[in-house]
């Protein structure tokens, strides 16, 4: 087995260390992840000028992606801190060590991971689409010329990335 490879799935259960550990770094990520998601307000605040020259449905569906993500990022960081809590009860009221296996088969809510793998994909998404929305975007004390040389970047701009698309399918 090389170094690279994957480890080989143990049948052995885990421990309530391993668990508790597992844990805390899943409400890590979400953390990391609601610090992205308040970075991504903030900028998408310092670009309402750009907003505001977009299309109306462009705007509202940005606030409505950055709520949704908000709230299946809370329920995603309540999921691992109900099951932490959980599982600290039941070892102290069941008097167990933490080398011991982990009582019962349910590991925490599986809909978690998937929800936070998923937030952090939409939330790269939204800011790129706004940075890019806020670089095309001239402000209004621009002249006139160089908001066409905008336009012809960005048509440029999209020529080169349908045509990287075409060629990685």
Not at 18 to 28: G, P, V
Not at 115 to 132: K, Q, R
Request: charged share 15%; net charge neutral.
């Amino acid at each position: 087995m090389t170094a690279s490879s994957p480890k080989p799935q143990s049948n052995e259960p885990d421990t309530i260390e391993q668990r508790l550990e597992s844990f805390a770094r899943w409400q890590k990520f979400c953390a990391f992840l609601g610090a992205g998601l308040g970075g991504l307000v903030l900028f998408g605040d310092l670009a309402k000028d750009a907003f505001g020259a977009s299309a109306y449905w462009m705007r509202a569906l940005f606030i409505s992606v950055v709520v949704a993500a908000g709230i299946f990022l809370g329920r995603a960081y309540f999921g691992y801190v109900f099951a932490d809590s959980q599982l600290v009860k039941k070892q102290s009221k069941e008097g167990l060590s933490k080398t011991a296996a982990v009582p019962g088969d349910k590991e925490f809510d599986p809909l978690a991971p998937f929800v936070c793998f998923w937030i952090a994909l939409v939330l790269g998404i939204c800011a790129a689409v706004l940075l890019i929305l806020a670089a095309w975007t001239p402000p209004a004390s621009v002249p006139a010329g160089l908001g066409v040389l905008a336009k012809e970047v960005q048509h440029a701009l999209l020529q080169l990335l349908v045509r990287d698309m075409a060629l990685s399918v």
